[in-house]
């Protein structure tokens, strides 16, 4: 419930944090643009290469990999290119493995969203009274928000939409882990 003290405590760090490298950016004088580009990628690099990254070293420690080095491919625009060029900006996708876990990610998230605020609004109908899963609501539309860049590439096709076979292993895994989760509450 909103009304607990304890809400206060992460709330007031996580708006303190994000104020103060707002601040850090623009006293460097680069923009909010700059800002909220970096909270992105810095929540898209820790939810797919650093997952990725752990695994390796888990399944090396095991003997049960080899490290291997693969370079993946980089769009980069021509010297006239400018921001207003068509794809600037955007993201590109491909059947990499690594935009599985961002894409169930966001899945699993989208779900939360939805069965939420259904139940947010039933309770508000009973109740007649808000808080009922407010901070999470507040935080799932936070990190949908910083993958956005997934979000879009759901509905583009081409380059820029994330394929049919990552979108079936990503809700595959998405599936899976809504199905776990009801299992372990009830149990």
């Known amino acids: 419930m909103v009304s607990e003290a304890a809400i206060f405590l992460p709330v007031s760090l996580f708006i303190t944090f994000n104020l103060y490298t707002l601040s850090e950016f623009l006293r460097c ?20 290469a650093c997952l990725f990254g752990c695994l390796t070293v888990i399944l090396k420690l095991f003997g049960l990999s080899e490290t291997a080095f693969e370079i993946t491919r ?39 969203l939805a069965v939420g605020l259904l139940r947010v609004q039933s309770w508000l109908n009973i109740n007649g009274s808000a ?14 928000l910083s993958f956005l860049p997934f979000l879009k590439g759901l509905f583009r096709k081409g ?15 998405a599936l899976l882990f809504v199905h776990l989760s009801l299992w372990a509450s009830k149990n």
């Open 131 to 144: 808080g009922y899963g407010l901070g999470e609501i507040i935080c799932s539309i936070w990190v949908v």
């Open 74 to 112: 980089k769009d980069h625009g021509t010297p006239d290119d400018s921001d207003t060029a068509i794809g600037a900006g955007m993201f590109t996708f491909d059947e990499s493995p690594i935009f599985v876990p961002g894409t169930a990610l966001l899945l699993v998230l989208m779900t939360a």
């Open 159 to 173: 380059i820029y939409g994330i394929p049919s076979s990552t979108i079936y292993k990503s809700a595959a895994l």
């Open 29 to 48: 004088g680069l923009t909010i643009r700059a800002w909220w580009n970096n909270q992105t990628m810095a929540r898209i690099t820790s939810a797919t």
